[in-house]
């Protein structure tokens, strides 16, 4: 069998140690890889590297693209980019899969039956990182969802279903507030959806599907989620399964694949053979059965979990009754090998059968564009004068009016504040006027002289957005109240 090209990266803290110690385990399982090494992480940022990668190292990703990853220490502070979000970002590896599974009663747990997966969206959300001080009082980060975004992850999530034997398919969003980008997500989960009948299908808001998922996990089997919620309650899933130190994650893509552990560097533990090497080594699992190597990865994993069950601990999961020997990360490795071949007795053995498990990228629905029409503008203003009183601001505004132009609703923080606003709200100095054609249609050319006239009348504009329908249906929501 030839051998598959991979890339390694050791990284900071207790990143070393834990990769020597997957790798050993994997190759003594009769792994066939060709190791690839590059450096990424803390080191290149003390030098100065703001970006944390040389140039080099995409490279080797872009030969190989199979990225096997350590944890990596981000420096605290503005400046540093994390390395994990640029390669995600930059390799297009826009779904996170991240099996949650509780191993009672070996590894303790208030959830002896979970095993859940969470198909974590990985690249847009509040994640696109599009910031801005935009007055001030106010601060802005823009949450990005698009409908190519949501077709990739919500289909990747079906299709790990139907390839995982998986029964179930729940996706959180919380549309009842976002309308138009949670909404999205739900929509498409909807559609997409449809093309499973087999697979049980539901949508839970994820403010109560995260209570219920905290409190009954076997509630759950596949849950698919847009970045943020996501992000965090996959780690959420992960400790009450027993131990964030135990999962490990893949995120794919449709020209990449990059492995990792969830945990951090933990870098109070590293040098002391202390860490435990499981949620690396089981996103090694998910490396063999990606580059078609499941018998390698069904033997370590049955290894893995013999392991446990005979009560061969790290620190981090060792409890006086349950575990029997306490051991570092180097043994503990050891204690693996040398159970290669063997199966657990209690645990439910896993089978990776010819290794269609980890679905490749998926790919988008060729659709026809929207007819879109501008019908008007939001022109968002600084204005910190006469107390904020928004009758004021109204009234001034009447200079800027004409050229087919109206003004129709002033909001402060999304509330209407005119007209016909509360005198109770409270208000910043960040304003949003939006402008409505008197009729038909707005050409460029009017919104750029509006602004001219915001601009002469004496006002600090902070930027626009279109205003927008879509083949007839309005793209933005009313302010609240509105
Ligand atoms: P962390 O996950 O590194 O550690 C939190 C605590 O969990 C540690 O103190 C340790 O007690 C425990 N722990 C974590 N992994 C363990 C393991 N394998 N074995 C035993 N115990 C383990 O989180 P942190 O302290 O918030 O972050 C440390 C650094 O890691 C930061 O620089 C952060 O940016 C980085 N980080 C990197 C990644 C990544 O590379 N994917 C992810 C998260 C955090």
Redesign the pocket.
Known sequence: MSKTPITVAY?D??GPE?MAASLHVLQEAGAQIDIDVIEVGEKLYLAGNTAGIEPGAWDSLRRTKVFYKA????PQGTGFK?I?VTTRKTLGLYANVRPCVSYSPYVRTKHPVMDLVIIRENEEDLYAGIEHRQTDEVYQCLKLITRPGCEKIVRYAFEYAIRNNRKKVTAFTKDNIMKMTDGLFHQVFEEVGAEYPQIEKEHWIVDIGAAKMADTPEAFDVIVLPNLYGDILSDVAAQIAGS??LAGSANIGEHAAMF??I???????AGQN????S?LLLAGVMMMVHIGQPEVAERVHNAWLRTLEDGVH???IFRDGVSKEKVGTKEFGEAIVARLGQKPQQLKAVSYGSGENIPPGSSVAVRAKAKKETIGVDVFLNWDESDRDPNVLGEKLKVVEGDGVKLSMISNRGQTVWPKGQPETFCVDHWRCRFLATEGTLQHSQIVSLLDRVGKAGFDFIKTENLCTFDGKKGYTLGQGE
Do not use: F
């Open positions: 990284g803290g207790i834990i944890p990596l220490t981000t994390s994990n964030v130190g990792e552990a945990h951090g560097s933990a870098p109070r533990r202390m860490a435990n090497p949620g790290t620190y981090d």
